[in-house]
């Protein structure tokens, strides 16, 4: 077996998520990683789309921000960004939105606002940007998280975007026709939701981690699926693509400076 | 008619103290030099907007030209916070900022409904989060066909709209090319305006027959300021400076050293710093 970082188990488990077909509402960061690598592994036809505007792109190196040229450079085209957010989005033209976070609820709701009171914040994060309606506008949305104690949490300091609100049917309660979170995927194990509670339990966990590990680094009790499969180890082809694209980034960014 | 001017007259003649201003642009196009004379101008009050108010709009705040800000997404993309943001929303540094805080499809949907001439946006969003329990802007109407609950949020009309662009003619006819953002919207939307340019030609030359975004008559001040959204980038002149954007981290994180970069790179300085800035990417294209 190959060795690798609990991120990159992350990172592949979430683009073995992605299919061919998909066409995915992709976010900055460890979104952007998985969905690229998805493409240059299993899913070359994958339609990505950032909330630049930026619809099929196929960028050769992970962009810093949404907007970086490379993005536009390599798209079947761009649109404006009230267009993105009409057309696109709320037309429900996206199968699937890939989101992360700073804290998460067992429901999949997340919060990117504040932590502590909105009007004196402990700490001021970045806001919403374009989750609050990527989690009710696209047909399911995918999470991908590192799992502590700080960012699984038993409450949200703010929900910035719902995931499944409080459970049960809570969310179609609220009028909302699209799926939800149907997959957490994480350092140490995949999350998938309940059935009937539709709270995320964990559905596979990756080769070496523990129950106690995962319990360990979640803010509520985890509650595991009947049957718990254990994550196939990244292969070293899937490795070895993630590392050269992360590697040309980090070429492409030095050369630059 | 647009007018073509120098920076410091389209500030001076457009942006006035406790003025509502959009100075946007969506990781392209982000118009610092503009941005920056408006803080040598040392224009107060401001309320600003922005979707994604990033390095410039930390400098707005650090500088203590801002009272209150709207906006959907406040941070220092792919490298972390806006430390002069947080600072003023934290600790109320260098003063108490006001914040009205929106998604990105509510502040898109705001800025084409004031472009449209409509006093409102509806569209289909802020279902069941906390936003519109801390934004009283954030309001709920229902459609008078299907019944549909849907959301509502007041356009965006901003006294003047500031935005770079890569070209404009003499007449003052505006081209873009690339992402796009809302900047189209933002000038609509706004009594006034300012675009500086990467530069100002007789003629726009070879073109996609869609990409003069802003007739002449649609904007009020035309500046040639090359380079003049660095770090941020302009498609087809120089790329984005990944590197300045990592490093404002370190820069911003204190406040003596923010106002140490500030007063040298910034009240000490004019606009023809930009072209420096972008001189190495100029060159390797000549």
């Known amino acids: ?257 | 008619m647009a007018r073509i001017s120098s920076l410091a007259e389209a500030i001076e003649a457009t942006v006035r103290d406790g003025d509502t201003l959009a100075v946007e642009g969506f990781t392209h196009l982000i118009p610092h030099a503009a941005g920056h004379e408006i803080i040598r101008q040392r224009r107060k009050g401001l309320t600003l907007i922005r979707m994604t108010p990033d390095l410039i709009y930390d400098q707005f705040i650090g500088m203590g030209c801002v009272d209150k800000l709207i906006f959907s997404w406040g941070g220092n993309p792919g490298v972390g916070s806006l430390h002069r943001f947080r600072d003023a929303v934290e600790n109320g540094w260098p003063h108490k900022l006001a914040i009205e805080e929106h998604s990105h499809a509510a502040m898109a949907n705001a800025y084409e409904a004031g472009g449209a001439g409509l006093p409102c946006a509806i569209f289909r969003g802020y279902i069941g989060g906390d936003l519109p329990r801390v934004n009283s802007n954030i309001k709920r109407v229902t459609c008078p066909f299907t019944g549909e609950q849907l959301a509502a949020v007041p356009a965006h009309r901003p006294d003047v709209a500031v935005i770079h662009a890569q070209r404009a003619d003499k007449a003052g006819n505006v081209m873009i090319e690339g992402v796009l953002g809302v900047q189209k919207e933002a000038v609509l939307a706004s009594k006034r305006s300012v675009v500086t340019v990467e530069e100002v030609v007789d003629d726009l030359g070879p073109r996609s027959l869609n990409a003069t975004i802003l007739p002449h008559w649609t904007v009020g001040y035309v500046v040639e300021v090359p380079g003049g959204a660095f770090p941020s980038y302009a498609q087809g002149f120089y790329p984005r400076t990944n590197s300045f954007y990592k490093q404002w981290d370190a820069i911003s994180r204190e406040r003596d050293t923010f106002l140490t970069w500030m007063d040298e790179n910034v009240l000490k300085k004019g606009p023809e710093v930009f072209a420096e800035h972008v001189r190495k990417f100029r060159d390797a294209a000549e």
């Open chain 1, 1 to 257: 077996m190959a060795d690798y970082k609990p991120n990159e188990m992350m990172t592949i488990a979430a683009a073995r998520a992605l299919k061919n077909d998909d066409v995915c509402f992709v976010g900055i960061g460890m979104p952007s990683a998985a969905a690229n690598l998805a493409r240059l592994t299993h899913a070359p036809g994958i339609m990505l789309i950032y909330e630049s505007g930026t619809l099929a792109t196929k960028p050769n190196i992970l962009p810093l921000s949404i907007g970086d040229g490379e993005l536009c450079e390599t798209a079947i085209t761009t649109v404006s960004v009230p267009e993105m957010f009409r057309y696109w989005l709320q037309g429900g033209r996206i199968k699937v939105g890939f989101l992360g976070g700073a804290q998460i609820d067992k429901y999949a709701n997340l919060n990117t606002t504040v932590v502590g009171p909105y009007d004196k914040p402990k700490v001021r994060l970045p806001g919403g940007g374009g989750a609050p309606e990527i989690a009710t506008s696209c047909g399911e949305i995918f999470i991908i998280m590192a799992q502590s104690k700080r960012s699984f949490v038993g409450k949200l300091d703010f929900v910035t975007s719902i995931g499944h609100v409080s459970g049960g049917d809570s969310r179609q309660k609220l009028g909302v026709k699209t799926k939800g979170p149907t997959k957490l995927i994480t350092d140490l194990a995949l999350f998938a939701p309940d059935p009937e509670s539709k709270e995320m339990t964990v559905v596979s966990i990756h080769p070496g981690v523990t129950r106690e590990q995962i319990q360990d680094n979640t803010g509520w009790p985890v509650k595991y699926a009947a049957k718990v499969d254990e994550t196939a180890a990244p292969t070293a082809k899937e490795l070895e693509v993630l590392r050269e694209l992360q590697a040309r980034t980090a070429r492409a960014t030095a050369e630059a400076a």
